[in-house]
């Protein structure tokens, strides 16, 4: 029922909570309850009124023709006025169940406050090093401030470094770069108020 991640969503079921796909790509219009305007607003794509509520998001890899998607893992949170606020969660499936690697902060619809990344054993990633004159301020997470601060994102089996960047008021600037699962990299774009502006 769900297809792919990309960013936004893609397919809701509903009760209180909503179960939905990061992808806007092959909609479904018949199981589509929730879009994402290009504001970044949850809305009811019936009468484009704002969500408010529960979100649970299923995370599906790839499609297969004979089982169907498969899910990898889920996103957590509560939206209000349309928009991500509070404590949200990534979690990853294993055979031993789910494992949390994000925790993610929001408010108002842009990240704010904690945000850091676990490998599946739950040891902390961060790019973050110690300074040897100032261990005392060496934080292994980073504290977004009204949507600004250094994004990164790891691949979790290995803990390798996936994409890293920077946010300045909820949206992408300057360089981000995109890793290989060998820490090569693959991809370096610049942006500049969430558009790129060179590749």
């Known amino acids: 029922m769900i297809i792919e991640e990309v960013e936004l969503i893609e397919e809701v079921k509903f009760l209180d909570v909503v179960t939905l796909n990061e992808s806007l790509r092959d909609i479904f219009e018949y199981n589509l309850v929730l879009s994402v305007s290009e504001e970044g607003l949850y809305k009811y794509v019936k009468d484009s009124t704002l969500y408010n509520g529960s979100f649970y998001m299923t995370l599906h890899d790839n499609f297969d023709s004979d089982t169907g998607e498969i899910p990898y893992g889920f996103l957590s949170g509560k939206i209000e006025d349309g928009k991500k606020e509070g404590n949200w969660e990534k979690g990853i499936l294993t055979n031993k169940g789910a494992v949390i690697v994000k925790l993610i902060n929001y408010s108002n619809g842009v990240l ?88």
């Open 112 to 199: 704010h406050g904690k945000y850091q990344v676990f490998d599946l054993k739950g040891n902390v990633l961060t790019p973050n090093e110690v300074h040897p004159l100032f261990p005392e301020e060496y934080k292994d997470y980073t504290d977004f401030k009204n949507g600004t601060g250094e994004y990164y994102d790891y691949y979790y089996d290995t803990g390798i470094l996936k994409e890293k960047g920077y946010y300045r008021n909820g949206k992408k600037y300057y360089t981000w770069i995109v890793y290989d699962r060998q820490g090569n990299e693959i991809k370096r774009e610049y942006y500049n108020n969430g558009f790129i502006v060179n590749e």
